[in-house]
């Protein structure tokens, strides 16, 4: 009965392994303090070539809304402010970044500086700060995050590369 039983959890134990989407720590939790730890240099490659445009990162962080956690990068286009996020998942003290995550954009278009507007703790949109509004001042666009998870990998491949 034992040997059963132990067959029957090693065997559930297994599929719940492979079942999982594979993700990479990018970060973690120190006392209360969110890290990004030593990818940060392939984080911002992969929001920068996500863009395709030229769009150059300023600043990243990892933010919390409500029990969410978003790696947030604060980028610059044309002159043009532009704020990215992409959801990351709190896994222990460990932010992991999953391949299927949500690639959000939010891109100032008529207006100085949009922000994203968040609703049940998720976000949905964009909206103008000047004007305190959500209207088409401010691009908003989300995606699946595949393509900016294959540029963080690309950028961790190339990374090695150059360090043999």
Known sequence: MFKNLLFVFLFLVQITAYSQTPGVIIGE??????VI????PSLVKAFEWTFKDGTKVTEMAITQLGNEYYLLATCIYQGRKRIAAIDIDLVGINFVLNEDAQFKMCS???CETCRFFFENNKIVACKCEETGTISNHCHYKASVGNGYFANFQRAQ?????EQN
């Open 29 to 34: 939790m120190n006392n209360s303090a969110f």
């Open 37 to 40: 730890n030593n990818n940060q």
């Open 108 to 110: 100032a278009v008529a």
């Open 157 to 161: 491949r190339m990374s090695k590369d």
